[in-house]
């Protein structure tokens, strides 16, 4: 029996017999119509253990409309005729990690990002977790990468400024039987070169999380496990890239490619899109959530993506004062699952994270937040004795990039000549970027160098000056900045201690931001209990005045947000009757 009429009986002993499935170059493709999107995500599956090189699962559901992108008005020709040696497409933590590390080469580097600012889809919407590659499955490239990522985050966060702290992760065990999964987990742990494991007794739990349910069993201890603000990051990256010569356009959505027939593949010459017609000698598919959708306009779609969405809830930043080591509690240790199941992060910052939820559903942007959802996470916060559902202060959803084989996609194209792929890069994503970004520079320059000789750039600047932070100095240090410059006096944002001086700077950065949001995610202003209920006015004024915008221009998350409507025009007036005359209502 072929691998193909195998997966075809699968199907059918499922009850899928209305799905027609086909070979299409090393891929199949699943096509036709299923009552609901639990169905077809199931068939997806089943067609993903068939190991082919990828699962294009077009089917289709009634009712349910196909994702679409919106696409930017903006159309000033920015990029029209503009050469780049290397055009990265998706600004999140993989596309930003990538443009710095290829600046380390004599290169020209663009990363084209359709929205207005970096971070604003699952790169700015997760734990901030730099994970210590445990929960990967052996001999995966997640597990691969996150191993690897993990020891490169402390490079580059030393290099980059990036606050990076290691509390060490405890997994903890639901009852005494448990500790009978020892050698599995050891074994685990070794397969994957995860560093410095050990296992905690009950009692040494308890000694180190005073606050944790008493009711816990000891823990396996990671700590190698850390956390970052990941919007944070992906700046960092992006500006590190930017002072070494790449050029970031926000607003810029890719539209389509031009390509030439070289002998049996393609190359793509030129990359369309609303800013103007661009030439590419390599362009990397780091575009996330539509990665495979960015892989079709190449006819290069060999995989497709599903969305995986998480809902996590953010307590007040006085929690921090109740857990010091991320902490979860996974059933089973989820042997079964294909997440790896949330618990309680502490947050570089301090607040306590909780989460994420793990739900199968569609929309690739959609994040919406449901009330199941959030008592959901209730089961977290039971970990911890002094944590309460009053302690919350917001709550937020991302959407995972989920390929059907639950791996990531690092390689370069078999079908188009210098294309490279980052996709599918869910979760652990944050913490094997690093090593993503310099497998994925290395293709590129072998890529390059088929046709030319690629050096080094002998001007790469590795290290990038963090952003004043008011609240990390100590108070002579806060005194002699204010006496300086005093703008760093005027707070704010009450709830962050966030001044008018770190404001500024954020205006005046080498990726200026032009939305609250933008501001949010440098400076957090806005992120506290009161959601910025203060300082939104404010905001909004030093955004306007150092901008030389009007008021009314400021929005929220770019275009289609503004907050304010602009001064009316003046209404004609009144006629004047003749004197003498009386004028009648």
């Known amino acids: 029996m072929t691998r193909l009429s195998s997966l075809r009986s699968a199907l059918d002993r499922k009850g899928y017999r209305e799905v027609a499935v086909r070979e299409w170059r090393s891929s199949v493709v699943l096509e036709g119509s299923l009552p609901s999107w639990n169905d077809r995500v199931a068939a997806g599956f089943v067609a993903a253990g068939f190991k082919y090189k990828g699962v294009v699962n077009d089917l289709e559901v009634p009712g349910l409309a196909r994702d679409r992108w919106s696409e930017p008005s903006l159309r000033d020709g920015a990029l029209e005729g503009a050469h780049f040696d290397v055009v990265?497409?998706?600004?999140?933590?993989?596309?930003?990690?990538?443009?710095?590390?290829?600046?380390?080469?004599?290169?020209?580097?663009?990363?084209?990002?359709?929205?207005?600012?970096?971070?604003?889809?699952?790169?700015?919407?997760?734990?901030?977790?730099?994970?210590?590659?445990?929960?990967?499955?052996p001999g995966t490239l997640k597990a691969r990468y996150n191993v690897r990522g993990n020891r490169l985050w402390t490079e580059d966060a030393r290099e980059l400024g990036i606050e990076l702290k290691r509390p060490g992760s405890l997994v903890l065990y639901p009852s005494p039987a448990a500790h009978l999964l020892r050698p599995l987990l050891s074994k685990r742990a070794r397969a994957n070169g995860v560093d410095g494991w050990e296992f905690w007794s009950r009692e040494k739990v308890a000694r180190e999380e005073p606050a944790l349910f008493p009711e816990q069993h000891g823990a396996l201890f990671l700590p190698s496990a850390g956390v970052v603000s990941p919007y944070k990051a992906v700046v960092a990256y992006a500006e590190s890239a930017v002072l070494n010569g790449a050029r970031v356009s926000l607003d810029t959505l890719v539209s389509g490619f031009d390509q030439e027939q070289e002998a049996d593949r393609t190359r793509i010459a030129r990359v369309r899109t609303n800013r103007g017609t661009c030439f590419a000698r390599a362009v990397v598919n780091a575009a996330g959530n539509w990665a495979d959708v960015v892989a079709g306009l190449a006819d290069d779609r060999f995989f497709s993506l599903h969305p995986r969405r998480g809902t996590d809830a953010i307590l007040d930043l006085s929690t921090g004062a109740f857990l010091k080591h991320i902490v979860s509690m996974p059933s089973f240790l989820q042997s079964r699952s294909r997440t790896k199941g949330g618990g309680l992060v502490k947050t570089v910052e301090g607040n306590v994270l909780v989460g994420p939820t793990a739900r199968e559903l569609p929309g690739r942007e959609d994040y919406a937040t449901t009330r199941g959802e959030l008592e959901e996470l209730n089961r977290h916060l039971r970990l911890n004795t002094r944590l309460s559902p009053s302690q919350i202060i917001t709550y937020f959803a991302g959407v995972r990039p989920c390929t059907w084989e639950e791996d990531?996609?690092?390689?370069?194209?078999?079908?188009?000549?210098?294309?490279?792929?980052?996709?599918?890069?869910?979760?652990?994503?944050?913490?094997?970027?690093?090593?993503?970004?310099?497998?994925?520079?290395?293709?590129?320059?072998?890529?390059?160098?088929?046709?030319?000789?690629?050096?080094?750039?002998?001007?790469?600047?590795?290290?990038?000056?963090?952003?004043?932070?008011?609240?990390?100095?100590?108070?002579?240090?806060?005194?002699?900045?204010?006496?300086?410059?005093?703008?760093?006096?005027?707070?704010?944002?009450?709830?962050?201690?966030?001044?008018?001086?770190?404001?500024v700077d954020a205006l005046h950065s080498p990726i200026p931001v032009s939305s609250l949001d933008s501001m949010?995610?440098?400076?957090?202003?806005?992120?506290?209990?009161?959601?910025?209920?203060?300082?939104?006015?404010?905001?909004?004024?030093?955004?306007?005045r150092e901008r030389g915008i009007p008021l009314e221009e400021v929005t929220k998350k770019g275009e289609g947000s503004r907050l304010l409507e602009g001064p009316e025009e003046p209404a004609d007036p009144p006629a004047t009757a003749p004197q003498g005359e009386e004028v009648s209502s």
Do not use: W
Request: charged fraction near 20%; include cysteine; hydrophobic fraction near 40%.
């Open 408 to 503: 990531f996609i690092v390689e370069r194209s078999q079908q188009v000549a210098n294309l490279v792929h980052a996709a599918g890069i869910q979760s652990p994503g944050l913490a094997s970027a690093p090593a993503i970004a310099r497998d994925v520079a290395a293709l590129c320059v072998d890529l390059l160098s088929e046709s030319r000789q690629v050096r080094p750039n002998p001007r790469f600047e590795p290290r990038r000056q963090a952003p004043t932070s008011l609240g990390q100095l100590s108070l002579e240090e806060r005194s002699a900045l204010i006496a300086a410059h005093p703008a760093y006096g005027r707070v704010v944002c009450r709830c962050e201690q966030v001044s008018e001086g770190e404001l």
């Open 520 to 544: 949010k995610r440098r400076t957090r202003t806005g992120m506290g209990r009161c959601h910025g209920g203060f300082c939104t006015p404010r905001v909004m004024e030093i955004i306007a």
């Open 88 to 137: 990265i497409i998706g600004g999140g933590i993989i596309g930003a990690s990538i443009a710095r590390e290829l600046t380390r080469y004599d290169l020209s580097v663009a990363l084209l990002e359709k929205q207005s600012d970096l971070a604003m889809h699952t790169s700015g919407r997760n734990d901030g977790m730099i994970h210590d590659g445990f929960g990967a499955r």
